[in-house]
């Protein structure tokens, strides 16, 4: 932008690290206590590593997560594959209408919780049983239309006429996809599948009204939940920085394969 | 002779817009072929359908006599080189090359062999191992160019193969296209809107407008002998008198400053004059036409008769040197 | 050498080249249906939820109502419905404030600094948004961070209570959505051509006329939807005002919680539910209208 005092650039270097440091504060303070001794903010009484120990013990937290695991591979499996295919087929659509581009945008706007009563209301009125199963199929409704997005905004700068080449060259339509078109898109699908992972991995309310009763598929998100509502426990800290660590690789990751997933 | 493809009656509406209206061409076995028009004449609407990426709503196409207008673009023993080139990005020279031989299932050695002899006809070799945006855009072309002919198509299309060329080295790569074809010995069809490229490179010409058929014959033919007003436009530059409800065309290097030696002389004014190296064209501006009329002269008859903006000057040609229109 | 191409070998079998847009249709199916299925009904179920009668024991009665519709203006639900949109009314203007002027300290950043910042900037948002919310709780506990903080000034009164009152609630939104609204807002700032500032600058104008009538128009139109998301997801929220309102403020998404889950009155909720998307729906539309407005206005302002 236009050459500035080097006042007006001072105060904007202060803006920017006040802002960060009212972003990350509080991160990096859960992520201090989480090696706290003591366990309480109260004091620092020494470095240590037991929290963690105690998360590995306890069985709740260790079925939560391998049910939370389980829901984000597969319902990003799944969206995967219909994100990525719905993206090709809207891209290589001659006309595209409005209510397609609503349709496919409306998952990504909807409060969670609209779509969490509905889909509530939806199971239950078909007396449909619910568990793991039901959060996974509500899960791939978001995360497809992440995938597609990301894939979809590959597709914008994709220049066509290498498939065209492929087939003139005597490629069949699958042999195209194949070798041309998915090799060139790939950075695309895994980028926003990493996203979908992370989604669906952090993703609480939509789970949380979709898992039914019983504790049999308590989420990590429904876990955590749980426990805030308890109060303040030295566990929640270092499963807080478990979990930040797993979102921040796979949005990282992300980031780096296909710039602008994140941010442009 | 018979023809290696016969287009026949063919039209593509998109729409409400016919891009190709009932056209029907022949073009025979070795031929370097051009098809000629500015943009929305329907030319690469046509290339389209020959390479399959296009239907005809009517008409056949025909190569070594069997209908192909509804065969799918992989089983097609044409090949086109695409105006952007669209290589693939991910795979290097060779790969890019070997990619068509791979879709026949050749073996192995007979691929190897191909791509190497057709890289060293097409001076590629050093770059084998390059990834496309490594490469010059001559390089790219040279590339898409190889990877096309590689498969020995019956039929070579080339969609404007030169328009991403800087000047200079378009003039050399006319002649290397000429020269190539001779020594693959494949048909080629070159779709571009450039008429100088086309007269330079092609056997024949075929001039489209509108989606239509408006002349086809020998760069020589269509350069003296335009058909119509609008390829007499078209092709080169063209003076137009309307003359007692006819139009008389005539090219400005048929027009000279010696009057004694024609039999049609006509006094005019000079209102601009430019000098090109070559030759030196000048605006003349006569009772004949409303638009001043464009004359080139040789940089030698130029020398001989200076003129000056301003000056009164009598031209002169021959009436067997004008065509006459009666549209 | 041309004997595999000869007329003879042609492929018996012609087929037809298949249309662009069939092809593109069998590529989409799967994922509509899903969408289909899994969103637009049960979206449509809803709606349609929304006009039936709450059953004696919390079933539904399948009879046509308006009266989850007129609880809505009932005073006592109205006065819920305006604290929440004064909350998430407030929490929205610190985040768009904080958030444009965080955006548009990164695009002045150098070029080559911008993306690194904007993805630190971003990625809070991409953790976990219970532990984010939780992190204030430890931040603002009678016995927290911010207590001790205190404390160790020298401050030695009874610890300040911040958590659970209505403007820990804001903090929370305003720390959720900053980044969204930071990215919403660089998009148009980093979009804008300095020429345009630095014509304002030789025509005359101050720094902060330029901002003010140049710089300010052309980007806020862009940050509108920002800001509409932001507001429609803090009236809409239930976990921030749970976890640090204490349960003492509702919003929207509280009440309908409450409706699915411990009042069981389905009806009403869903009633909530479709207010809560008309409103998002009505203020996106109003935002491109304006948006259509200025866009309009500017291309005159170039032809001009």
Redesign the interface.
């Known amino acids: 932008?236009?050459d500035?005092?080097p006042a007006?650039?001072r105060s904007?270097?202060v803006?920017?690290f006040a802002?960060?440091a009212?972003?990350?504060?509080?991160?990096a303070?859960?992520v201090a206590?989480s090696f706290n001794e003591g366990g309480l903010?109260?004091a620092w009484t020494g470095f240590s590593v037991k929290w963690y120990g105690a998360l590995m013990a306890n069985r709740d937290i260790l079925s939560a997560a391998l049910n939370t695991l389980i829901v984000a591979m597969i319902s990003t499996a799944i969206a995967v594959?219909?994100?990525t295919?719905?993206a090709?087929?809207?891209e290589?659509?001659?006309r595209k209408g409005r209510a397609?581009e609503a349709?496919?945008f409306?998952?990504m706007?909807?409060?969670d919780?609209?779509?969490a009563?509905?889909?509530?209301?939806?199971f239950s009125?078909l007396k449909v049983p619910m568990g793991l199963h039901t959060i996974i199929?509500?899960h791939?409704?978001f995360n497809?239309?992440f995938v597609?997005a990301v894939v979809r905004a590959r597709l914008k700068s994709f220049d066509w006429s290498v498939t065209e080449a492929s087939a003139d060259l005597g490629a069949s339509?699958l042999t195209t996809f194949r070798r041309v078109t998915l090799p060139l898109i790939l950075p695309a699908v895994i980028a926003g599948a990493l996203l979908a992972f992370?989604l669906s991995?952090?993703e609480?309310?939509i789970a949380f009204?979709t898992a039914g009763a019983g504790r049999a598929s308590t989420t990590l998100?429904m876990q955590?939940?749980a426990m805030?509502?308890f109060g303040?426990t030295p566990e929640?800290?270092a499963l807080?920085t478990l979990?930040?660590i797993v979102?921040?690789t796979a949005?990282t990751l992300s980031?780096r394969l296909n710039?602008g997933v994140?941010?442009? | 002779m018979t023809a290696l493809l016969s287009i026949d009656g063919v039209t593509r509406r998109f729409g409400a817009v016919t891009a190709v209206d009932r056209l029907s061409l022949e073009i025979v076995e070795n031929e370097f072929f051009a098809l000629l028009g500015a943009s929305g004449s329907g030319k690469t609407t046509l290339l389209r359908m020959l390479a399959?990426?296009e239907?005809p709503d009517a008409g056949a196409i025909r190569?070594?006599?069997?209908d192909?207008s509804?065969?799918?673009?992989n089983?097609r023993?044409v090949n086109l080189m695409f105006q952007s080139y669209a290589l693939f990005p991910h795979m290097t020279v060779e790969g890019n090359i070997a990619y068509g031989l791979e879709m026949?299932h050749l073996p192995r050695s007979e691929i190897g062999a191909r791509v190497g002899e057709i890289m060293e006809i097409t001076e590629l070799s050093p770059m084998a191992k390059r990834k496309p945006d490594q490469l010059s855009g001559g390089q790219r072309q040279r590339v898409a160019l190889a990877r096309a002919l590689v498969k020995?198509?019956?039929l070579l299309l080339l969609d404007e193969p030169l328009g991403a060329l800087d000047k200079k080295l378009r003039a050399a790569m006319q002649l290397e296209l000429k020269r190539l074809q001779h020594e693959v010995g494949i048909t080629f069809i070159v779709v571009t809107h450039d008429q100088e490229e086309a007269l330079v490179m092609a056997d024949r010409v075929a001039i489209l407008k509108d989606g239509r058929l408006l002349q086809c014959g020998t760069p020589h033919e269509v350069y003296e002998h335009p058909a119509n007003r609008f390829a007499a436009d078209f092709i080169g530059v063209m003076n137009f008198i309307e003359e007692g409800g006819r139009t008389l065309a005539i090219r400005p290097e048929r027009i000279h400053l010696f009057p004694d030696r024609a039999d049609r002389t006509v006094e005019g004014r000079v209102t601009a004059r430019a000098y090109h190296g070559l030759d030196l064209q000048l605006h003349v501006a006569t009772p004949l036409s409303p638009k001043p009329l464009l004359v080139r002269l040789t940089a030698n008859a130029a020398d001989r008769r200076p003129v000056a903006e301003g000056d009164t000057v009598t031209l002169g040609w021959n009436e067997a040197d004008t065509r006459q229109f009666n549209d | 050498?041309?004997g595999?191409?000869?007329?003879h070998r042609?492929?018996e079998k012609?087929?037809?080249?298949?249309s662009?847009?069939t092809?593109?249709?069998?590529?989409?199916?799967?994922?509509?249906m899903?969408?289909t299925a899994?969103?637009?009904?049960?979206?449509g179920?809803?709606l349609a939820?929304g006009f039936f009668r709450r059953g004696l024991y919390g079933g539904i009665e399948y009879t046509f109502t308006l009266e989850n519709f007129a609880l809505i203006v009932d005073p006592l639900y109205a006065g819920i419905f305006l604290t929440s949109a004064r909350i998430a009314g407030l929490a929205t203007l610190i985040a768009v404030v904080?958030g444009y002027?965080?955006a548009?300290?990164?695009?002045?950043?150098p070029r080559h600094r911008q993306?690194l910042?904007?993805?630190?900037?971003?990625?809070?948002f991409?953790?976990?948004?219970?532990?984010?919310?939780?992190?204030?709780?430890?931040?603002l506990?009678r016995?927290?961070?911010i207590t001790?903080g205190l404390r160790m000034l020298g401050y030695e009164g009874e610890p300040p209570s911040m958590l659970y009152t209505e403007g820990a609630v804001i903090t929370g939104l305003v720390?959720n959505y900053?980044?969204f609204v930071?990215?919403a807002c660089?998009?148009p700032l980093?979009r804008?051509n300095?020429e345009l500032?630095?014509a304002s600058?030789d025509l005359g104008a101050s720094?902060f006329t330029t901002f003010r009538r140049v710089i300010l128009p052309m980007t806020v139109p862009g940050i509108a939807a920002g800001a509409v998301?932001v507001f429609?997801?803090s009236i809409?929220n239930?976990?921030t005002p749970?976890?640090l309102g204490g349960g003492r403020f509702q919003m929207m998404?509280n009440l309908?919680?409450a409706q699915?889950l411990t009042a069981n009155d389905?009806p009403f909720?869903?009633a909530i539910?479709m207010v809560?998307?008309a409103i998002?729906m009505g203020l996106l539309t109003i935002q491109a209208i304006a948006a259509e407005k200025g866009a309009g206005e500017r291309r005159e302002g170039t032809d001009g």
């Open positions: 932008m236009a500035r005092s007006t650039r904007l270097t803006v920017l802002v960060f009212f972003l990350y504060i509080p991160i303070t859960l206590l903010p109260t594959v219909l994100g295919l719905l090709l087929g809207i290589t659509r001659r397609l349709l496919v409306a998952p706007i909807i409060p919780i609209v779509l009563i509905a889909l509530l209301s939806f009125l199929l509500s791939v409704v497809l239309a597609s339509a992370t991995v952090d609480f309310i009204f998100p955590i939940f805030i509502r303040v929640i800290n807080a979990v930040m979102s921040v949005l980031q710039k994140i941010a442009p | 399959g990426f239907t190569l070594d006599g069997a192909i509804r065969m799918p673009p089983r023993p026949e020995r198509p019956r | 050498m041309r595999h191409l000869a007329p042609f492929p012609t087929r037809r080249v298949q662009p847009n092809r593109s249709t069998l590529l989409m199916a799967p994922a509509l899903w969408l899994l969103m637009v009904v049960p979206c179920l809803i939820l904080i002027a965080a548009y300290a990164i695009a002045a950043a993306p910042l904007l993805f630190l900037a971003v990625l809070p991409w953790s976990n948004y219970l532990i984010r919310t939780y992190a204030w709780i430890v931040l506990n016995e927290g961070l001790q720390y900053l980044p930071i990215l660089y998009a980093a804008l300095p500032a630095e600058r720094a998301f429609v997801l809409g239930f976990i749970a976890l998404g309908i919680y699915f389905w909720g869903a539910s809560l998307i998002m």
